[in-house]
């Protein structure tokens, strides 16, 4: 393999040098905005299982149920560029006022007494996530010194990680239990307003070096409202999100029936193992992106990813799924996260906001696109055929990627 892709692909060398010293990357404004995202994600993860079944009780059928999440992914799609472009001034205002939204609809579940009034509430719902999944995100990163950013974005996103394997299981739990479809809804809400109590306490954004100029040339050089509604330099990383969520998609939204087909039992060993795979990486993947750049993260990751996806299509046993899983939570723990670090290298601080929203709105439309595409493809061969298709998608990303850097090389 060329190396120059190696040495090309490290972090901007200005920002290493204006480092002289290592600032702290755990402040106590920056583990504020940790938990405020886990609480953010678990009242988030805690619907996803329960709010299809809560729907079916509403009278609505199965085209009602994927509006759930299509309506939803629709409406955060189109907020995300419009906050990116205006939060600069109030980023921490717009968190908020995304996170009071958030709440106040999560609590509104309880009184959607038909499909109708459901899927408004989940309009209203995806344009509060377009809000705060970029503002919390965004603050984030300002928070994260330059010469640590992999590392931080890897533990930032951790939290959501956490939510992920936590909170699903935990709502299903509660849905068969005493405390059923509003107890679900509480608590999902009471969460959210956890996150909004931390981010209460974020007192101040520390700005980490980094940009080309001084502030003068920036505000002299202010970008225009147009230009900040996507970020340019965001979108080739954007585009390898996009090609890692459609696998994702086709993960999460299938990996039960999947089960099902290959007469494997519980599915759900693979979600737990993939969450305690993704927490291990992390502690290693931001620091090596941070020392060797993000070629040295995504092409191993990738490469694991494919892997997974291989031994998934091919499992017919507990003990295949679990080497699976593991291949998976090691390989996306390591490039999802990597590809966003990349990408906050690559622009001024005060284009991150634009950066995130783009990074952002390529995944989820992945996870969409990939959910249906993909399922396409299972309804004409079968899950396991489907998981082999996937496979060729990671093998597009690998070489995409390698051609890209090989031209810049």
């Not at 958030?102 to 109708?116: D, G, H, K, L, Q």
């Not at 890897?154 to 849905?175: D, E, Q, R, V």
């Not at 306490?201 to 520390?206: H, L, S, T, Y």
Request: aromatic share 12%; hydrophobic share 50%; net charge positive.
């Amino acid at each position: 393999m060329n190396k120059n892709i190696f040495v090309k692909a490290n972090p901007r060398l200005e920002e290493l040098a204006q480092q002289q010293q290592s600032p702290k990357l755990w402040t106590l404004d920056f583990i504020l905005i940790t938990a405020a995202s886990f609480f953010l994600f678990f009242g988030f993860q805690i619907l996803l299982p329960t709010l299809p079944v809560y729907m079916l009780d509403l009278g609505g059928n199965n085209t009602a149920v994927g509006l759930i999440i299509s309506i939803f992914t629709v409406f955060s799609l189109f907020t995300r560029p419009l906050v990116g472009a205006l939060m600069n001034r109030s980023k921490k205002g717009w968190l908020v006022a995304g996170l009071v939204l958030c709440f106040v609809i999560i609590a509104s579940y309880n009184w959607t007494v038909s499909v109708a009034l459901l899927l408004l509430a989940r309009c209203i719902h995806g344009v509060g996530w377009g809000i705060v999944t970029v503002t919390s995100s965004t603050i984030a990163t300002d928070m994260i010194p330059a010469n640590r950013r992999g590392e931080g974005i890897g533990f930032f996103g951790l939290a959501s990680t956490l939510a992920m394997a936590l909170a699903p299981a935990i709502g299903l739990a509660l849905l068969d239990g005493q405390w059923q479809m509003h107890g679900v809804i509480w608590v999902a809400a009471g969460s959210t307003a956890l996150s909004l109590l931390c981010v209460w306490g974020v007192q101040k954004q520390r700005k980490s070096p980094g940009s080309r100029s001084g502030s003068t040339d920036q505000a002299e050089a202010k970008p225009s409202f147009r230009s900040q509604l996507f970020e340019p330099k965001a979108l080739f990383p954007s585009l390898l999100g996009l090609l890692i969520g459609i696998v994702y998609g086709g993960i999460v939204s299938f990996i039960t029936l999947f089960g099902e087909e290959a007469r494997i039992g519980n599915v759900g060993l693979f979600f737990t193992l993939n969450a305690v795979c993704l927490l291990i990486v992390r502690f290693i993947s931001g620091r090596l992106f941070d020392r060797k750049g993000h070629a040295w993260v995504i092409i191993p990751g990738s490469i694991l990813l494919a892997a997974s996806l291989l031994v998934l299509s091919y499992a017919h046993s507990m003990a295949m799924l679990a080497i699976s899983a593991v291949l998976f939570g090691l390989g996306f723990g390591a490039v999802q996260p990597s590809l966003q670090a990349w990408i906050l290298n690559r622009v001024e601080p005060e284009l991150r906001g634009p950066a995130n929203a783009t990074f952002y709105s390529a995944f989820d439309l992945g996870i969409g696109g990939g959910a249906l595409i993909l399922g396409r493809l299972a309804e004409a061969s079968s899950y396991a055929e489907m998981y082999r298709y996937s496979f060729f998608i990671i093998v597009l990303f690998c070489i995409v990627y390698i051609a890209y850097n090989r031209k810049k090389s």
